[in-house]
């Protein structure tokens, strides 16, 4: 495979007054990539001159896959994209879904989707922060952070039986309601959760290893950071206050009061403190959203045809079973307009977003996922450029890189 | 729908039409005015953000008069406005200019969509296939290439060991 560079002027690897330069191979199986990604560094003793990204090691077709599934099968191949957080792709891929065909879930719907999109940012952050942490030498942070991370899937697990890989939405629903046990967990969690973010910041927030190692690291500016397309955590820590759930408010975080956490200098530290200010706000959401959800029911009315009944009904009842039948047969189902749509959600990682093309059946034309780890590894190169070699896994931890959403 | 920046899009740049459909804006433009708008949107409208690029084959799409359907997602960052840019392109050798003189974001984006589709973007500083191994042949979201069967691996040829020379 070539690896020609990207080259511009000015570029450090090609400068003539360079007599000697290392190539070095990192990845695609690097205990500091966790996942499969592999870059070529041009080194100059230690300090990186350039880094070219060669990926697609997982790619494995999911947006050809969302032209042969329905919109309620396809919910399975989204987990697999951001596994670090599915239910957030999850809650992206339905909202797309919901969007295209012009339906309005109901309140209570919505106030468990917000809650289980804010648990999966927790929970990706704790990961993300988990592993800088680990990458940069402080293992005891990283069984800090998975400590509750582990308690986020024991939730997930009472709320629809998967810890992991979960498929919690529905095409206009949830595949079951929040259950009184999974209400009370999430109390239990919040109590002790901001005990655990103290825990951490004491560990690291002053501690001058991980200080030294992450401050003045990878340098965004605001301006780059636009230009770049840099969007969540990436772009707040460079300066650039845009947050889709108060700038564009989807679902019902209108109702919510949280503050949006930016920081200035746009350096790895930076993002690491955003990140971790945007976990306390979740924390702040999640509490509202515990104390003011609403009681009803979960799913759109099942009459409506669009949504599959409950499998009670199914089993039990003629209309429920042709009614499912009706919508998961090829040539029936759900009827989409001609149209397409544009959804985006702000994921733990950025701007999740899809692209959806309708064209009258019940699966979609063209299901274009737009990754925000794809855009920022983009920026990566930059970043790194002028650093040393050690500083690669500090940037590729803040950037909170996951192969299987970059390469899908 | 800002109707204000609409009418004066569409007076600046003739042949452009506007729709919309669910609260999203959406500008139709011809290939050659293409970069003329998308340098209008960012340097003087403030669209400084470009969230994503992306294609439509519409090869089998019901009264669909053109092959391939690129997709230009914009955003404020000030004002989060957003605006879709459309630009239909025809076989053969479908093309389009680069837009990373504009936003250095559209260089990954611009070869997963050449990777993909098989549109080239003229004065893209490094057109090379992104997630697909340098040596594929095709662009696999085409509608005209299937979901499975071509390209896998187990269609791979495979080299053989020669035969050892038999002992005399």
């Known amino acids: 495979m070539p690896l020609t560079p990207l080259t511009y002027p000015g570029d450090l690897a090609h400068d003539e007054s360079q007599p000697y330069l290392w190539t070095m191979n990192f990845g695609p199986q690097h205990p500091a990539t966790h996942t499969t990604l592999r870059l070529v560094l041009k080194l100059e003793g230690e300090t990186v001159v350039d880094a070219m990204p060669d990926i697609g090691y997982l790619h494995s077709g999911f947006e050809k896959i969302g032209e042969h599934l329905d919109y309620n099968q396809y919910v399975v191949v989204t987990d697999r994209m951001n596994y670090v957080s599915p239910m957030a792709n999850n809650v992206a891929w339905h909202l797309a879904v919901e969007k295209l065909l012009g339906l309005e879930t109901t309140r209570r719907c919505q106030y468990i989707r917000v809650i289980i999109s804010e648990l999966?940012?927790?929970?990706?952050?704790?990961?993300?922060?988990?592993?800088?942490?680990?990458?940069?030498?402080?293992?005891?942070?990283?069984?800090?952070?998975?400590?509750?991370?582990?308690?986020?899937?024991?939730i997930f697990e009472a709320l629809c039986g998967a810890r992991f890989t979960n498929s919690y939405t529905r095409v206009g629903g949830l595949m079951y309601d929040a259950s009184p046990k999974a209400i009370q967990m999430i109390r239990e969690f919040l109590k002790q959760i901001p005990r655990t973010f103290d825990d951490m910041e004491r560990l690291l927030n002053r501690n001058r290893i991980f200080v030294e190692r992450t401050r003045g690291v990878g340098v965004l500016s605001k301006a780059e950071?636009?230009?770049?397309?840099?969007?969540?955590?990436?772009?707040?820590?460079?300066?650039?206050?845009?947050?889709?759930?108060?700038?564009?408010?989807y679902l019902v975080y209108s109702d919510f009061d949280f503050d949006?956490?930016?920081?200035?200098?746009?350096?790895?530290?930076?993002?690491?403190?955003?990140?971790?200010?945007?976990m306390r706000e979740s924390v702040q959401i999640l509490r509202q959203a515990i104390e003011n959800l609403p009681e009803g029911p979960v799913n759109i009315g099942e009459d409506a045809r669009s949504i599959l009944p409950r499998k009670g009904a199914v089993f039990s009842t003629i209309e429920g079973l042709i009614s499912h039948f009706e919508l998961?047969?090829?040539?029936?189902?759900?009827?989409?307009?001609?149209?397409?749509?544009?959804?985006?959600?702000?994921?733990?990682?950025?701007?999740?977003?899809?692209?959806?093309?309708?064209?009258?059946?019940?699966?979609?034309?063209?299901?274009?996922?737009?990754p925000p780890s794809f855009i920022h590894f983009a920026i990566f190169p930059h970043l790194i450029r002028g650093h040393t070699i050690s500083d690669v896994v500090a940037v590729l931890g803040s950037l909170n890189i996951i192969a299987a959403e970059l390469d899908r | 729908m800002n109707t204000e920046l609409v009418q004066q899009v569409l007076q600046l740049f003739p042949g452009i039409t506007a729709s919309e459909f669910r609260g999203g804006t959406r500008l139709v433009v011809p290939v050659d005015l293409l970069h003329g708008l998308l340098e209008e949107l960012k340097q003087r409208r403030g669209f400084d953000l470009l969230v994503d690029i992306t294609c439509v084959d519409y090869l089998e799409y019901r009264d669909?008069?053109?092959?391939?359907?690129?997709?230009?997602?914009?955003?404020?960052?000030?004002?989060?406005?957003?605006?879709?840019?459309?630009?239909?392109?025809?076989?053969?050798?479908?093309?389009?200019?680069?837009?990373?003189?504009?936003?250095?974001?559209?260089?990954?984006?611009?070869?997963?969509?050449?990777?993909?589709?098989g549109i080239s973007?003229?004065?893209?500083?490094?057109?090379?296939?992104?997630?697909?191994?340098?040596?594929?042949?095709?662009?696999?979201?085409?509608?005209?290439?299937?979901?499975?069967?071509?390209g896998e691996?187990?269609?791979?040829?495979?080299?053989?060991?020669?035969?050892p020379p038999a002992k005399a």
Not at chain 2, 153 to 163: G, I, K, L, Y
């Open chain 2, 64 to 117: 669909a008069k053109d092959r391939f359907g690129l997709v230009y997602l914009l955003a404020n960052t000030e004002t989060a406005e957003r605006l879709t840019v459309r630009c239909f392109v025809n076989d053969p050798e479908p093309s389009v200019p680069s837009a990373v003189d504009l936003w250095e974001g559209a260089n990954w984006v611009e070869r997963e969509v050449w990777d993909m589709f």
């Open chain 1, 120 to 154: 999966a940012r927790i929970s990706d952050h704790l990961l993300c922060l988990g592993a800088m942490g680990l990458d940069t030498g402080a293992f005891t942070h990283f069984i800090y952070a998975f400590n509750p991370r582990e308690q986020i899937c024991d």
């Open chain 1, 328 to 370: 998961v047969m090829a040539n029936r189902g759900m009827k989409s307009p001609c149209e397409e749509v544009y959804c985006a959600t702000e994921a733990p990682n950025g701007e999740l977003g899809f692209y959806l093309v309708g064209d009258g059946s019940n699966r979609a034309y063209r299901a274009r996922c737009r």
């Open chain 1, 260 to 278: 949006v956490c930016c920081a200035e200098s746009g350096d790895c530290y930076a993002r690491y403190l955003v990140r971790m200010g945007e």
């Open chain 1, 225 to 249: 950071a636009i230009n770049r397309s840099c969007s969540g955590p990436v772009a707040r820590a460079s300066g650039v206050e845009r947050d889709l759930r108060k700038d564009d408010p």
């Open chain 2, 153 to 163: 691996r187990h269609n791979f040829s495979v080299v053989r060991r020669a035969e």
């Open chain 2, 121 to 150: 973007f003229s004065g893209h500083p490094d057109l090379r296939r992104i997630l697909l191994p340098e040596a594929f042949t095709a662009h696999p979201l085409r509608k005209d290439y299937p979901l499975q069967g071509r």
